[in-house]
């Protein structure tokens, strides 16, 4: 158990819905990373939230948006759902600071979509 | 861009070595790491390299290459609890907390 927590575990819903991710880090850690795995694409970075700001962007559509709440749990929102977007979405946090050090994410179980 | 190679299969034997080679070219580099996923379940944190060499973890070794930009994870004592697939993944900004660039992974079946 990595300390991340995901809801739902499964979804499933209908081309064209809107859907809501959930996601609690580890107590502590600010960041929060959320990606996207499919079969034929492997891990890809969607989004990272540091202490509520939006931190860096990766190959996230424009009908996906995201936010950190102050208590810290994030919330991926998909939108206009097509059936390219079933896929495992993975959130991950990590503890920050200044110093070097690996600064490795743990990852939450995941959310799997299935957008029929 | 940014490129992570690694072989999509491979297949050892149980109790035997096995080495998972990755190649990697992007535009930074701030530290490499391996993660295990099994099957439908969360990736899990393995190893970190950031300088040349060699870092070992009981079974699990993993070396860096910079100049080359290449990495293996060796696994030794293979048990079937080993089938899974390993990732490589690359921190290409010069910050702590920012995002892994992944390869697609290399799916390794243990075999009796």
């Known amino acids: 158990d990595s300390g991340v927590t995901q809801t739902p575990k499964h979804l499933i819903t209908a081309t064209g819905q809107r859907v809501t991710l959930r996601c609690s880090p580890r107590?502590?850690?600010?960041?929060v990373y959320w990606y996207q795995q499919s079969l034929d694409q492997g891990l890809q970075f969607l989004i990272q939230?540091?202490?509520?700001?939006?931190?860096a962007k990766g190959n996230i559509l424009e009908r996906f948006s995201a936010q950190q709440f102050p208590d810290l749990h994030s919330e991926l929102n998909l939108s206009s759902l097509e059936l390219g977007d079933s896929a495992l979405y993975f959130c991950?946090?990590?503890?920050?600071?200044?110093?070097?050090?690996?600064?490795?994410?743990?990852f939450g179980p995941g959310t799997r979509l299935t957008v029929t | 861009g940014q490129n992570i190679d690694q072989p999509t299969e491979m297949t050892a034997t149980e109790g035997a070595i096995v080495q998972i080679n990755c190649t990697y070219q992007?535009?930074?580099?701030?530290?490499l790491f391996w993660y295990q996923q099994h099957a439908g379940e969360a990736p899990t944190f393995l190893s970190y390299?950031?300088?040349?060499g060699l870092e070992e973890k009981g079974r699990f070794s993993s070396f860096l290459s910079r100049s080359k930009g290449y990495s293996y994870l060796l696994l030794k004592e293979l048990q079937m609890k080993d089938s899974a697939s390993y990732l490589c993944?690359?921190?290409?900004?010069?910050?702590?907390?920012?995002?892994?660039?992944f390869g697609k992974g290399t799916r390794l079946s243990v075999i009796a």
């Open positions: 991950a946090s990590s503890v920050s600071g200044t110093s070097g050090g690996p600064y490795e994410q743990y």
């Open positions: 992007t535009s930074g580099f701030n530290g």
């Open positions: 993944a690359v921190r290409d900004r010069n910050s702590g907390n920012t995002p892994l660039v």
């Open positions: 390299n950031v300088l040349d």
């Open positions: 939230y540091y202490n509520g700001e939006e931190r």
């Open positions: 107590s502590g850690d600010l960041s």
